[in-house]
């Protein structure tokens, strides 16, 4: 990295550190948290919350011991956003700077975790994320030792690293607390199973079944069946007479419409490494990012009328010309991607996995037309699809040995297209 880029990566990332800061200063007990801080931990709390409410019994045991002091709240979601950067730079093996990985976890749309409260929505889904997100690293870092990651070949691997008793506790306790939300466990549950195939590895594929276990109890606890009749009830009524496929098909435009006119910049990044891939050329890869985040930008800030790419809720609902040009939209977008992505001169193994990836980015937050649980929990459970949108770009680019300069470059211009968002939000805290 030249002078010029070490210098705006410090000033960026100190920046994202100082916004960080202040977001943690201004966080306040509200919503859901309110809830949390009047409850008494203990056993009868765990099981009327499995009985009545939810299987997420760790999650909201957490939950009750940090909202029951602000200062204690604010320590812990800053804490959470530097385990963020700190994971990612680990899942890379170190090969993206920690600086730059700040400036990658800067990015992160945080107003979608305002919903039900800072406490109850970081708790929920941005901690499990992060604690998966180490947890494959640990395993990662364990079964490549940093050969597979980055080199031209699968059968450069290295012996593997001797994992001591204590990394082991701390994995098991990851993988458990994860996986008690129910979207980071599905999407955990197909990457350690990619993991697992791709690496021919033993812990990954125990890991997958753990994941697979906790996932049967959640699905049979009580508790979110209570909820899924109340919720369903009061939000979506109409919900209940939706064919499978109607449901799949709002997941997906959903999912797409969030991901490209969303006011997030994750999308850009990999449309610019999968430009990448395809083309080997730089300027395509800054062209596509900044053809999707001008895109996003225009849309969303409201410089000409925003297209509503989702499918009326009912079917029943008008159709509009914003909705049929929406749909293009979302229907095209996913195929090009992995047009590029599969068309590339690159390794069949990796373009599979990189596709498998990007799918499974789109296809996990699908689920929120299955549930109007999680239909009505608004973005936040874009969360963990995020996470692999980010993780999978910056792989891209360091597979194809994409300097550091470009890296730079790229995420320090995302920063910029996310700024006015970000400091919106601060703003108005």
Excluded at 63 to 87: D, K, P, T
Excluded at 325 to 330: D, E, F, S
């Amino acid at each position: 990295m030249n002078k010029f880029c070490s210098a705006a990566a410090s000033i960026f990332a100190v920046l994202v550190l100082v916004m960080w800061c202040v977001f943690a200063l201004k966080i306040q007990i509200t919503g859901d948290d309110l809830t949390y801080s009047r409850a008494q931990l203990g056993l009868d709390f765990i099981v009327q919350r499995w009985q009545n409410w939810s299987s997420r019994i760790f999650i909201d045991s957490l939950n009750v011991l940090l909202v029951s002091n602000v200062w204690l709240l604010r320590i812990s979601l800053f804490l959470s956003l530097i385990a963020l950067a700190l994971g990612i730079h680990s899942l890379s093996q170190k090969q993206l700077g920690l600086r730059l990985c700040v400036i990658l976890s800067g990015l992160f749309p945080l107003w979608i975790l305002k919903t039900a409260g800072w406490g109850a929505t970081f708790i929920n889904y941005f901690f499990p994320s992060v604690a998966l997100l180490w947890a494959f690293a640990i395993l990662l870092k364990r079964e490549l030792k940093g050969a597979y990651v980055f080199s031209e070949s699968v059968k450069e691997l290295v012996p593997r690293e001797k994992t001591g008793v204590f990394t082991w506790m701390v994995y098991a306790v990851l993988l458990i607390f994860g996986s008690n939300q129910e979207l980071c466990a599905l999407t955990a549950l197909l990457l350690f199973l990619m993991m697992a195939r791709a690496l021919r590895s033993r812990a990954a594929a125990l890991s997958a079944l753990a994941i697979a276990v906790i996932l049967a109890l959640e699905a049979n606890a009580p508790g979110n069946h209570a909820r899924y009749a109340s919720e369903l009830a009061h939000w979506l009524p109409e919900m209940a007479d939706w064919p499978l496929w109607y449901k799949l098909g709002l997941g997906y435009v959903r999912s797409v419409s969030y991901h490209l006119l969303g006011t997030e910049i994750y999308f850009a990044l990999l449309v610019s490494a999968a430009l990448y891939l395809k083309f080997k050329n730089l300027r395509a890869a800054l062209a596509g990012f900044l053809a999707v985040a001008v895109l996003q930008l225009v849309l969303v800030h409201g410089f000409v009328l925003k297209m509503q790419c989702a499918v009326p809720l009912s079917r029943n609902d008008a159709w509009t010309v914003c909705n049929t040009a929406g749909l293009a939209v979302a229907l095209s977008a996913v195929p090009l991607v992995l047009w590029c992505i599969l068309s590339a001169k690159s390794l069949l193994a990796d373009r599979v996995l990189y596709a498998m990836l990007f799918l499974l980015a789109i296809a996990v937050p699908v689920a929120v037309a299955l549930s109007p649980t999680v239909f009505v929990s608004s973005y936040r459970v874009f969360t963990p699809a995020l996470f692999v949108l980010g993780a999978l770009s910056m792989w891209i680019f360091l597979r194809c040995r994409v300097s550091s300069n470009f890296l730079c470059l790229i995420l320090v211009l995302a920063f910029l297209f996310e700024a006015r968002p970000l400091f919106r939000l601060l703003h108005r805290m």
